[in-house]
């Protein structure tokens, strides 16, 4: 995809506003991406994937441990995506093999977007990504959810 975003101080970035208000560049944006999301003789086989899956979920498993271990509390957050990209998403990584899995073994809290009405139906320009004013939204929507999850007790602090 060409460029999608502008980064600012502190690497603070947000989906280009080209790709949020232009029509043409937004359709070019989806273009591309819909080239990526058919099943193509390139891509790796479903054992591969599996594997990748697999390793990634215990690096992450991982990595929760080490943070927990220095008092860090850990929380997974799954951001929208929509239209043929979740279609793709959920078809080559689905939930029950991925989010699931990942919040199975880290025993970490997780909020899926899928699970909160209010972290759904966001405008999402090329189906991945929020555009600036959306994301504003969004935060607003998910701190609440956030301070709430924290907010009960995990079972390492009982």
């Given amino acids: 995809v060409r460029r999608l975003s502008e980064s600012g101080p502190d690497r603070a970035t947000h989906l280009w506003g080209k790709v949020a208000d232009d029509p043409q560049y937004q359709a070019l944006a989806r273009f591309i991406w819909s080239q990526h999301l058919e099943p193509s003789p390139d891509d790796p086989p479903p054992e591969k994937v599996a ?3 697999d390793e990634q979920i215990e690096r992450a498993t991982a990595a929760v441990a080490t943070l927990r271990a220095r008092g860090v509390k850990v929380l997974f957050v799954r951001m929208p995506s929509i239209g043929p990209f979740y279609a793709m998403e959920e ?8 989010w699931d899995v990942l919040l199975q073994r880290t025993h970490a809290p997780g909020i899926h977007f899928m699970d909160y ?11 991945s990504h929020l ?7 969004f935060t607003t929507a998910l701190v609440p959810i ?3 999850v924290f907010s009960k007790p995990t079972p390492q602090s009982r």
């Fill in 51 to 53: 594997k990748t899956r």
């Fill in 91 to 98: 078809k080559v990584l689905p939930r029950a093999r991925t």
């Fill in 117 to 127: 009405p209010q972290l759904q139906n966001y405008q999402q320009p090329e189906w």
């Fill in 131 to 137: 555009s600036a004013p959306e994301a504003r939204r």
């Fill in 146 to 148: 956030v301070e709430q």
